[in-house]
C-alpha cells in the first residue's frame, strides 16, 4: 500500500506551482468512486489525468474491481468535463477541466495492434499519450507520426540504462524490448 496518488500529485502542485499529470488506475476503484477522485483532482487543480487499467498484482489480481477499462475512463472525464456526471441529474455547476491522457508501447512487435488501441483512446477522449521506453530513434518518429494522426500529442518515455545488469533485465524480462 502507497499514499495515494490524489494526495501526493496535489501537493505538488500546490508546492511547486507545475502542471501535474495524475495516472489514474481503474484497477481499484469502481466507477463511483473514480468520479468522485475526478472530480477532487479538478477540485485540486490537477491537470491531467492518465487513465490505467493498472497492472496485475502479485497474489492473482486478489480485490481488483476493474469496473471500467481505461477507455471507459478516458469517457467518463470527457463526461465530466462537459457537466454529465451519468447519473441523470442536472449537470455540474462548476465544470472540471481535467485533460485525458493515455499509455501506449511504441516497442510493441505487433505495432498494428497498438496503433489500434491508440486510435480507440483517441476516440475514447484522449489527447496525449505517455509511452513506454523508447530505445530507437526511428521508432519514436514513426510513433509520434501515428499518435499525431490520431489527434494525440506523444510524449515519449525514457530510461536510462545506467548499468550492463539493467540493460541485461531489460532485454531478458520485458516483452517487446526484446
Do not use: W
Request: with cysteine.
Amino acid at each position: 500500500v502507497k499514499m495515494s496518488g490524489l494526495v501526493f500529485a496535489s501537493m505538488v502542485k500546490s508546492r511547486l506551482g507545475i502542471p501535474v499529470v495524475l495516472n489514474f488506475s481503474c484497477r481499484d476503484r469502481n466507477r463511483f468512486a473514480l468520479k468522485s477522485d475526478l472530480l477532487g483532482a479538478a477540485a485540486l487543480g490537477i491537470d491531467a489525468v492518465v487513465a490505467l487499467a493498472g497492472d496485475k498484482l502479485a497474489n492473482g489480481d486478489a480485490g481488483a474491481v476493474r469496473d471500467l477499462d481505461p477507455y471507459g475512463l478516458l469517457r467518463m472525464i470527457g463526461d465530466l468535463n462537459r457537466g454529465d456526471t451519468g447519473e441523470g441529474r442536472r449537470l455540474l455547476k462548476t465544470l472540471p477541466n481535467l485533460v485525458a491522457g493515455a499509455v501506449a508501447n511504441p516497442n510493441r512487435k505487433n505495432i498494428e495492434r497498438e496503433h489500434k488501441l491508440l486510435e480507440r483512446k483517441a476516440e475514447a477522449g484522449a489527447r496525449f499519450v505517455i509511452t513506454q521506453p523508447v530505445f530507437d530513434a526511428e521508432t519514436a518518429r514513426r510513433f509520434i507520426a501515428r499518435a499525431s494522426a490520431s489527434g494525440l500529442k506523444a510524449v515519449l518515455g525514457i530510461l536510462p540504462v545506467k548499468r550492463e545488469s539493467m540493460a541485461s533485465h531489460l532485454k531478458e524480462r520485458v516483452a517487446d524490448l526484446r
